[in-house]
């Protein structure tokens, strides 16, 4: 299969260059930036619950299909979808899962890089010695400053998209991955070292009751569709990235193993931010959990301002966040450039062009939402929050849906079976009927509560038995 498939697309060099390049997608700004943002705008511990539920019961089973998916494509997700159409005599309806994907990885990316641009800023600003002694209050200015300049967010939002373009254009299977291992274990050793600064410096035990006091009197419908937005969010499924990415796998692997070591790296990694961020706002009279986007600019900094060696530390780590999220943004638009390639419109060049500017131009409306537009655009969402909301929340857990879908009740039970090297029966069952049964149910389910929810509709709802 390898060998003949060479035409096109490369084959990653090993399973693990496949963890490595998946890990490297999912772990982003999504764990380190946003899991803690909108833990503490949803009230903390039962919203973490939630998302950790959906990691197990939604998150896992649909990465799993979507690797296998793409595994048995080998191409672009818009072809795999052709191609998977085809084979198994479905309605021509299903290739909008392949279309989904390339127009959330385009709205995703434009306020992706905007916010990776934050990160770009707050590098300069680790090196030149601003973060020295600062306080809440004092990050807090900070932060506002660098919102109140519209200029200067678009030189970073095109910095950043000029990096993201750069490795695309090269073309992804050469270097991620050898960067990426180098660069998680990094990650991870600074992490747990502001963890230990943090535990010092603020109060752990109001931060880790916070996470992990399942309060359900916090939670709404609209809070637990952004909780399951974001278990699709920060596993980069639902859209067609791990699709790609599991194009370029080996013939043979355990695929259900790989996935369980992605998702666990994942979900680690934000705990972690979060546990590391929030003994820091408990500490400040200036943070409140529920600040919003700049969460994480405005807590980190007093960390790094206040500990030995802390310039050293804030620039180290606003660097990493800065790969982290390249390495994540290339999953973003690949399914875009993949597709291009393979109909033979354009090369990665071209393709990166076009998409990298398109993407660029719409991210400019986010970089206007904490400035000059920052009125809301539909509801009371402005356009950055109404395009998260779209992606994570509506077009996300639609493409998980759809995938889990077609794969559970639509694709041969013993192809299935051989893609997926799973060698106990029990497990192949589990993961089948979960797939088939609850991660769908409960995505509806998600939906119609969110949905209520949003558009003030009483109806007996479950979570109001719950609380
Ligand atoms: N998972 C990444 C993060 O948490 C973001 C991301 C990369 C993503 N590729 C994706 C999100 C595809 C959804 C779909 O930062």
Redesign the pocket.
Known sequence: MNANNKGVHEVWASRWTFILAATG???????IW?FPYITGENGGGAFVLVYLACILLIGIPVMISEVVMGKWGRSSPVHTMHKLVDEVGAPKFWHGIGWLGVI??VI?LSY?SVIAGWALHYFGQAISGNLQGIDGAGANLLFENLLAKPGMLVFYHSLFMLMTMAVVIAGVTRGLGRAVSVLMPVLLVLLVVLLIFSIRLGDFPAAFAYMFAFDFSALTGESILVAMGHA????????G??MVYGAYMPEHAPIGKTVLTVAAM?TGVALLAGLAIFPLVFASADIEPATGPGLLFVSLPIAFGNIPAGLLFGMLFFLLVTL??WS??I??IEPAISWLVETGKGTRLQGGLVFGLLTWLLGLGTVFSFNLFSGPVIGNFNFFELADFL?SSVM?PLGGLLMALFVGWLMNKTILRSELDMDRDRVFYLWYNCLRWVSPLLVLWVFLEGLADILGIRWLSLIELLT
């Open positions: 997608s999912a772990v982003g700004l999504g764990n946003k959330a990885g995703i992706y699709f969010f920060t596993l980069s499924i639902g859209m990235a791990i994942d982290a999220a994540s943004s999953s973003l992606t996300l």
